[in-house]
């Protein structure tokens, strides 16, 4: 699995778990519905303020959406 493949699978897993459809989140951060799908299938890496707006939307971080780690996560090692 490629690296924006997984960040594709986090995002959908935000989504759904938030309860929103693709066309509901495109409203909230102001994509296309057809951008979102390439996000979250891995087709296309997202820019940093569609980053920043997955972020706002669903309270998260972006070292959860890029990497999957969480605030308890020790184990991270820098770049």
């Not at 070292?63 to 999957?68: E, P, W």
């Amino acid at each position: 699995m490629t690296w924006k493949e997984e960040v594709g699978l986090r995002l959908a897993r935000l989504r759904t778990k938030a309860g929103l459809t693709r066309p509901e989140l495109a409203k909230l951060i102001r994509y296309s519905e057809a951008s979102i799908w390439t996000w979250e299938t891995g087709r296309t890496a997202m820019s940093i303020d569609t980053l920043r707006a997955y972020c706002r939307v669903f309270k998260t971080t972006s070292d959860y959406i890029l990497f999957g780690l969480t605030k308890g996560d020790r184990n991270a090692k820098p770049l």
